[in-house]
């Protein structure tokens, strides 16, 4: 089996997934259809002093699909009809409007991309004790401190800052702050 790339309306990719899966259980295309990825990751942010964690598709706008050729080289008639026949597909990457499979190498990324484990939330934190660091997110920012405590099991740091003259101790997550 070979990966091809399917373009499809941004926003869609998970949507067309769930649909091409669903229809090639129905069709029993499962011989000719192997995987249907869409690689993403998970990413923190924060909008309005709240913390946000989103998916984010690495390659937007884009499924991989694994296919069986035939004999010929080509992708089965009954296989392409229902792909192409997908709310949401567009088309297939390819030249001279013949689809083109993806190099080994290409190929070999998305799968990484798309196998790869959901990462821990929570990090190792690579502060310590007595590190001098500065707030880079929320509230606080551009405020300096030294760490009292770093809280693994949490992902939160215990700094130290002087705010409005007084020593005010703020507990923060690693990512929302950076050493000096």
């Known amino acids: 089996m070979q990966?091809?790339?399917?373009r499809v309306a941004s926003n869609k990719e998970d949507r067309v997934?769930?649909?091409?899966?669903?229809?090639?259980?129905?069709?029993?295309?499962e011989a000719q259809v192997g995987r249907i990825l869409v690689p993403g990751e998970r990413v923190r942010s924060i909008k309005d002093g709240k913390r946000r964690d989103?998916?984010?598709?690495?390659y937007p706008g884009y499924v991989f699909i694994e296919l069986e050729l035939d004999k010929s080289g080509m992708i089965p008639?009954?296989?392409w009809f229902t792909i192409k026949?997908?709310?949401?597909?567009?088309?297939?990457?390819?030249?001279?409007?013949?689809p083109s499979p993806m190099t080994p190498k290409d190929q070999a990324k998305i799968i990484e991309a798309a196998e790869r484990p959901e990462e821990p939330v929570l990090a190792v934190s690579s502060f310590k004790t007595?590190?001098?660091?500065?707030v880079t997110e929320g509230p606080f920012v551009n405020f300096?401190?030294?760490?009292?405590?770093?809280?693994?099991?949490?992902?939160?740091?215990?700094?130290?800052?002087?705010?409005?003259?007084?020593?005010?101790t703020l507990e923060l997550e690693y990512w929302q702050i950076e050493k000096l």
């Open 3 to 6: 990966f091809f790339t399917l």
């Open 144 to 168: 300096e401190g030294t760490v009292e405590e770093v809280i693994a099991d949490k992902g939160t740091v215990k700094i130290i800052a002087t705010i409005f003259g007084r020593p005010t």
């Open 130 to 134: 007595g590190d001098k660091v500065k």
């Open 54 to 58: 989103t998916d984010r598709k690495l």
């Open 17 to 29: 997934r769930e649909t091409l899966t669903r229809k090639v259980k129905i069709e029993a295309l």
């Open 77 to 79: 008639e009954k296989v």
């Open 85 to 98: 026949e997908t709310d949401g597909v567009g088309d297939f990457i390819g030249s001279n409007g013949k």
